[in-house]
């Protein structure tokens, strides 16, 4: 660890300590509560407060003010502070949950519904498989999660191990995770925005995602409780904003985009779903408009990832659960997506390059 890390790991400690430990009543890190704790060069702190097993439900409201606590000094981007309870001494070990293990994490988000976000999550993650990367899906959208259905993973459950954390199931070469898995799919979900929340933190610190090199978040629409937690929480490695070409899904990306922008998330570019239907005669018609997420990219200076044209193929391996770039992978619109992602993955080498560090003799 250089000087300039040190010293931010040395204020991140001062700053937990001004909040006090629940049982010894000393400062949270002297208390020796604190474990892990990592400063990186991008700013990116994470820890773990170990609770007693018996009084854990005490340090819930401890890890938020440790976050809020972490993230409020200078110099830090991003937070993650897991939480984990001593087990007893006769409790099998507990294997790492969570998303310390993952190199990347790209969030797939979209200001507005109805844009096809999830379907260019699933294909996305499958496109990074493709290229020979350990990749995972992660279905936060809490209120209309897609993942069972484009997965065709719908009658299946996680198991819950003895130590409370879910296996992920596997699914066209993706390790994956929804809430669409834990709740009847016949029920409306309803969520306030707390419950919203706590599902999240739960999707992430409770799933046993192990090794991999990228985790895909299919984000819910908009820019509320969910996404701001969400990108407060999870050292994102960037985001891709989905759109089509329509002025009255522009007008959300651009809030989505600030969104990011204001969070410190980069973000890694646009892509314009449903940008055009091809006709037997080879001309394109323009459904919805023509250009219109690549103006908002040039506008606000993100990069583009490129277009996702209406395809018959492609609904219908929606519809089927399976991927077209899993099941098609010489599809012209699988190739398409493969182009995005390694597009995306250029910009995440890019845009999360650390700082030189300067040394002055």
């Known amino acids: 660890m250089n000087n300039q890390l040190a010293d931010l790991a040395e204020r991140v400690k001062a700053r937990l300590d001004t909040i006090k430990d629940p049982i010894s009543g000393k ?7 604190v474990t892990g704790l990592e400063a990186r060069s991008d700013g990116k702190v994470s820890f773990t407060i170990e609770a007693p097993k018996d009084v854990a439900e005490l340090y819930v409201p401890v890890r938020d003010r440790a976050e809020d606590a972490a993230r409020s000094v200078e110099g830090v981007s991003t937070v993650i502070a897991v939480l984990t309870a001593e087990a007893a001494a006769n409790a099998p ?13 790209i969030a797939v988000a979209s200001a507005k519904g109805g844009v ?7 294909n996305l993650a499958c496109a990074f498989a493709s290229l020979g990367m350990k990749t995972g899906l992660l279905d936060l959208d809490v209120y209309g999660p897609s993942a069972p259905t484009l997965l065709g993973t719908g009658a299946k459950k996680p198991r819950m191990r003895d130590d409370k954390m879910l296996e992920p199931l596997d699914a066209h070469g993706l390790k994956t995770m929804s809430i669409g898995y834990l709740v009847d799919p016949s029920s409306p979900m309803i969520w306030r925005g707390a419950m919203a929340t706590s599902a999240v933190r739960q999707m992430i610190d409770e799933v046993v995602w192990g090794d991999l090199d990228v985790l895909v978040l299919d984000l ?22 989905v759109s089509t070409p329509q002025e009255m899904a522009l007008a959300d990306v651009r809030r989505g985009l ?13 892509v314009e779903n449903m940008a055009y239907f091809e006709t037997p005669d080879g001309k394109r018609a323009h459904i919805f408009g023509e250009g219109g997420a690549r103006r908002v990219a040039a506008e606000v200076g993100a990069p583009f990832l490129g277009e996702i044209p ?19 992978p010489e599809h012209a619109v699988s190739k398409r997506f493969r182009e995005i ?21």
């Open 27 to 33: 400062g949270l890190f002297t208390s020796g509560r």
């Open 93 to 105: 070990p507990k294997s790492a949950g969570g998303v310390a293990r993952v190199k990347q994490i």
């Open 116 to 122: 096809g976000k999830s379907t260019v999550a699933v």
């Open 220 to 241: 819910p629409p908009g820019t509320g409780d969910v996404q701001v937690t969400l990108v407060q929480r999870v050292p994102l490695s960037g985001a891709v904003i």
């Open 258 to 270: 600030a969104m990011f922008e204001k969070t410190r998330a980069p973000v890694l570019g646009v």
């Open 310 to 328: 209406i395809d018959v193929a492609l609904r219908e391996s929606c519809d089927a659960g399976a991927p077209l770039v899993a099941t098609q």
């Open 341 to 361: 992602a390694t597009a995306a993955l250029a910009n995440v080498a890019r845009m999360n390059k650390p700082a030189p560090t300067i040394r002055v003799k």
